[in-house]
């Protein structure tokens, strides 16, 4: 077997998860991409409110938590439910379609801070909860102090991992426009809060690989396609072209191209 591999934990992981972004999915196909990757995954979102909108979402739910992968419903269609202060109706939604964690997250509407901890400390008595910070809309700039400060209330409010919004696009919030790594405030971030504690949005492959290179293989990503969840795994390992040389020693260089 090959040497020089990163020391990937079995799940239930505490630092190189991945979270891929299901946007509507069919249960064979979750079917499928559970068998064939399922170890990989860490958890599952369902987009925005592709769930609200599907068919068999309940059955798909299961198959993912068969594979021992946490499932939750993206925070658009949390942030619909408490628009119309019907967030008791998202708790019983969520409950019915079986999913076993949640997410948070104030990406379309003003929401103040304490009101989003104190969903967040709700939630946190039956659930996994994940929170996001960063809005959806480019014209919306956050700066660091602000990320940090918002990413440090809502660990202590009882968030398991924040994430760092970019939406399936990767041209906001952690990003710039073109889909480059927001640099500035990246290092801001993550000079305050523990990297593990978050989880990178990371759609495109370049985005992967640039995380990767600055904190490592066992960096937590997410909004990941179902398509690219194996090759990522490959970029982690250094089994790709990309990432071949980050994990091996330095006498390993000489045979660099």
């Known amino acids: 077997m090959l040497d020089h591999l ?24 979750a079917n499928d991409l559970a068998e064939t990757a399922g170890h990989l995954i860490d958890f599952i979102k369902l ?9 068999n979402v309940k059955e798909k739910v299961g198959i993912y938590r068969q594979h021992n992968i946490r499932v939750f419903v993206g925070g658009t269609l949390l942030e619909a439910f408490v628009i119309r202060n ?28 304490e009101q989003k901890c104190s ?9 996994m909860v994940f929170s996001e910070v960063g809005a959806k809309d480019e014209n919306v700039t956050l ?19 924040v994430i760092g919004e970019a939406r399936e696009s990767g041209t906001v919030g952690i990003y710039e426009k073109n889909g480059s790594a927001n640099t500035g405030l990246i290092d801001q971030i993550i000079l305050e809060i523990d990297p593990d504690k978050i989880i990178w949005e990371a759609p495109a492959k370049q985005q992967q690989i640039w995380f990767i ?7 937590n990503l997410g909004n990941i396609s179902p398509a690219e969840i194996i090759p990522l795994e490959t970029l982690r ?21």
């Open 143 to 161: 700066q660091a102090g602000e990320w940090v400060s918002s990413m440090r209330s809502e660990l202590e409010a009882g968030s398991s991992f």
């Open 213 to 219: 290179r600055k904190l490592g293989a066992l960096v």
């Open 119 to 127: 969903i967040i400390r709700q939630l946190g008595k039956h659930l």
């Open 237 to 257: 390992l250094g089994l790709r072209g990309d990432t071949f040389f980050e994990n091996l020693p330095e006498e390993f260089l000489k045979y660099k191209l």
């Open 6 to 29: 990163p020391n990937r934990m079995e799940k239930p992981r505490s630092k190189g998860v991945t979270m891929v972004m299901d946007k509507g999915l069919g249960v064979m196909q």
């Open 47 to 55: 987009g925005f409110g592709t769930s609200y909108v599907s068919r």
């Open 86 to 113: 019907r967030l008791d109706q998202y708790l019983k939604y969520i409950d019915a379609i079986g999913c076993d964690a949640a997410e948070v997250s104030d990406g379309c509407i003003r929401m103040e801070q």
